[in-house]
């Protein structure tokens, strides 16, 4: 009788250790994929969105498993190098999708050059902020992914991943990116534009009744806000909070030190938008809201509404959630109004539409050989 139960607690013991071996594995392989995803397919081991967020019809967390295999480690491996030289620029990126998804979906409409039709998106007053380097760097990314794979993956997706890519880099959670955006033949018209951006100087009302329109609830919508969390502003996205009269709610010692910086309403100068750590993905912005030291006021406004105030103080107390809710805000953000299939095409180069692209190789070629000549 002994030797039958000396037998179960050693086969008991032995099941428990393999248990354990096979826990230790898997926790060890998920924060390796943490430290630096540079798995060509979606990572077992990252934020667990794909398994909860639906998705649109057309995209996929595989999309490009057979086509491009590589592009999220094609476009990881460059951001981090950019980011070497300046980690500023992934506040810039990750802007740059939230512009072009708020408009008119995320088609890399943003990234257009105007046309005989009119001026381009870019060219409208909330996007004359958004960084000329940002621009640039979705392009010398489309021109890579399209050097090694062919021209399979749109610009559109570009941005999406090279935003996703912002936030980890910067410190920020680690989420997948449902892919199969294809690109826009159109943009914007100005007016569009500015109906679906709302201002800095809007209250959580305005930018509540903005977004809801668009599938979003207060959470998400503070969430998403959570962007702010690096990056910089111009003095005149805030100074209506200091001039000519001083916002109330703001902290006295903080507003002191921006009049500082922005010493009147006009000035072009810019200072961080996160007072506490500007280059760090982290929850203290919603610490900056908490304390008054939000600088826009559709941020500060964020923890005077009583519908959003407890969702910025459980950001400020609880990083993790904040990173799940911003992960999930995001990808949902991701998803609005997206071309796929048959609709849209996969530009050749970001900023001009297939059907413009030769006439604008030709205007190149024409102010190179100018250059050129202009050198003898």
């Excluded at 999309?63 to 300046?86: A, G």
């Excluded at 007016?191 to 998400?220: C, R, W, Y």
């Amino acid at each position: 009788m002994a030797s039958t139960s000396n037998g179960v607690s050693v086969l008991f013991f032995t099941s428990f250790l393999l248990l354990l071996l096979q826990v230790s594995f898997i926790h060890a392989s998920c924060l390796h994929c943490a430290a630096d995803s540079s798995s060509s397919s979606s990572s077992s081991c990252s934020n667990s969105n794909n398994n909860r967020l639906p998705l649109v019809n057309g995209l996929s967390w595989s999309f490009y498993e057979s086509s491009c295999p590589n592009v999220k480690f094609l476009i990881r491996s460059h951001l981090k190098k950019v980011f070497t030289n300046d980690i500023g620029l992934a506040a810039g990126l990750l802007r740059l999708h939230f512009h072009d998804c708020f408009v008119q979906g995320c088609d890399g409409s943003v990234l257009l050059d105007g046309s005989a039709s009119g001026p381009s998106e870019k060219e409208a007053p909330p996007n004359l902020s958004l960084r000329a380097q940002a621009f640039k760097i979705i392009e010398d990314l489309r021109a890579l992914v399209h050097h090694h794979c062919g021209s399979v993956v749109s610009c559109a997706d570009i941005v999406a991943v090279a935003a996703r890519d912002s936030v980890f880099l910067s410190g920020g959670p680690e989420y997948e990116v449902p892919l199969g955006r294809r690109d826009g033949l159109t943009f914007a018209t100005r007016n569009a534009t500015l109906a679906n951006l709302p201002a800095p100087t809007s209250n959580a009302g305005v930018i509540l009744e903005s977004l809801a329109t668009k599938g979003f609830d207060p959470t998400d919508v503070v969430a998403l806000s959570g962007g702010h969390t690096i990056g910089i502003s111009h003095c005149t996205s805030f100074t209506n909070r200091l001039y000519p009269n001083q916002d109330p709610v703001m902290d006295q010692t903080f507003a002191d030190k921006l009049k500082l910086t922005c010493p009147t309403a006009n000035t072009t100068n810019t200072t961080v938008i996160d007072l506490r750590t500007p280059d760090l993905f982290d929850n203290k912005y919603y610490v900056d809201l908490v304390n008054r030291q939000g600088l826009f006021t559709s941020d500060q406004d964020l923890f005077t509404d009583e519908r959003t105030k407890e969702i910025v103080t459980e950001f400020a107390e609880n990083q993790s959630l904040f990173f799940d809710k911003f992960a999930d805000a995001v990808v949902k953000m991701g998803q609005l109004g997206v071309l796929t299939g048959n609709n849209g095409e996969i530009r050749r180069n970001c900023s001009v539409r297939n059907q413009d692209y030769e006439s604008f190789l030709r205007m190149y070629q024409v102010e190179d050989a100018v250059e050129d000549r202009s050198e003898l």
